[in-house]
């Protein structure tokens, strides 16, 4: 008999149960609902656990396959990313030979430079020779003097300060080069961390340089913006694909008549957030177009020149990842100005600090060197 229902009976009864055989069918009767009711809860229980557990290897799997998900999107920016950085990398190289070439003229004069002093060192151990062994001081004097000026001393005084000193600036402009290829090119952490905004703009322009200073006259008004939490990286990407866009606007609208444009880019703090806004005075976008700029693969431009996924993939850097907001204003014939608002303050907290002192002094100088 099922033990509850014995336990009921014995109580209910007091261990002293009727005879009858009615009762004795009852009980039966009973028993066999009791046991049913059993299975019945078993069977319940075991399905129950069946679905949980399925529920719990769905639940793992849908991680899984989100975690794979946002794997594949920071693989597919990187790649964009890249791509965009190889582009330029024609430009880039370009812009590394122009002080390389200097610092090796530079460098070939010191040479000869050198080679001439060697030889004045060696002229002067003759003529301490000639000194001691008493020859007349007058005509050796007039020796020295000959010889310095066949060398041109006071041309070497001069110049041979400035040969170092440009040497030394050729190579300090490779290396910020090489540091903003290296800054653009970095993937980002999963973690936002704390980031300056003029710094990556700035080395997004020495990356972008190629691009725009054949067209474009640049003008830099980079305000005292506080650090903040945000994928620097990411945001160096949007950059570049804003300021690549400005420059081939500018380009598109003077190429006719040769003139040059003006890219103008600034920052300042608003409130809860850091605006930057990149000028053009380029071609525009005409009306019709302006719905569809930032739809995935959307190009007005030639093969090779662009693919249409930057203004996508910068929108939703902007937005997605960083609940910011990307506008952009624009007239036909006229100009365009793109505006991103990142704010002060991520998800987790994290707030914007002040900028510091070697902060702000780390943005890069633009040395000029040549075309
Ligand atoms: N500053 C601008 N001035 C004029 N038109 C612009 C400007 N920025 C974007 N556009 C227009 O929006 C389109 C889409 O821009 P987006 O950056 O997404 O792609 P792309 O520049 O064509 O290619 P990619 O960035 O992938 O190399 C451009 O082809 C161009 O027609
Ligand atoms: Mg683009």
Known sequence: M???????????????????????????????????????????????????????????????????????????????????????????????????????????????????????????????????????????????????????????????PKAFTRTSEGVARVVEIVTAMKDLGRSDQRAMVLADLNRGLNSTLIVARSEYKHVADLELDLGDVPLIPCHAGELNQVFLNLIVNAAHAVGARHAESGGRGKIRISTRADRDHVVIDVADDGCGIPQEKQARIFEPFFTTKPVGQGTGQGLAIARAIVVDKHKGTMTFE??????????????????????????????????????????
């Open 2 to 160: 099922h033990k509850l229902l014995e336990r009921q009976l014995a109580g209910f009864f007091n261990a002293d149960p009727p005879k009858t055989e009615a009762f004795e069918r009852f009980v039966q009767a009973l028993d066999t609902v009791f046991q049913q009711r059993e299975s019945y809860q078993q069977q319940i229980e075991r399905s129950l656990e069946a679905a949980s557990h399925e529920l719990l290897e769905q639940n793992e799997r849908h991680r899984r396959d989100i975690a794979a998900i946002q794997q594949l999107e920071i693989e597919l920016r990187q790649a964009e990313k890249l791509r965009a950085v190889g582009q330029l990398a024609a430009g880039v190289a370009h812009e590394i030979n122009t002080p390389m070439q200097f610092v090796g003229d530079n460098v070939h004069f010191l040479k000869s430079a050198c080679g001439d002093l060697l030889q004045l060192g060696i002229h002067l151990m003759v003529l301490c020779d000639q000194i001691d062994a008493g020859e007349d001081p007058h005509a050796i004097a007039a020796g020295a003097r000959k010889l310095a000026e066949e060398m041109d001393i006071n041309y070497l005084l001069e110049e041979l």
């Open 330 to 371: 624009s007239k036909a014939g006229e100009g365009t100005t793109f505006r991103v608002r990142i704010p002060l303050r991520c998800d987790d907290g994290t707030h914007a600090v002040a900028i510091t002192e070697s902060g702000a002094d780390a943005a890069p100088q633009y040395p000029s060197f040549g075309p």
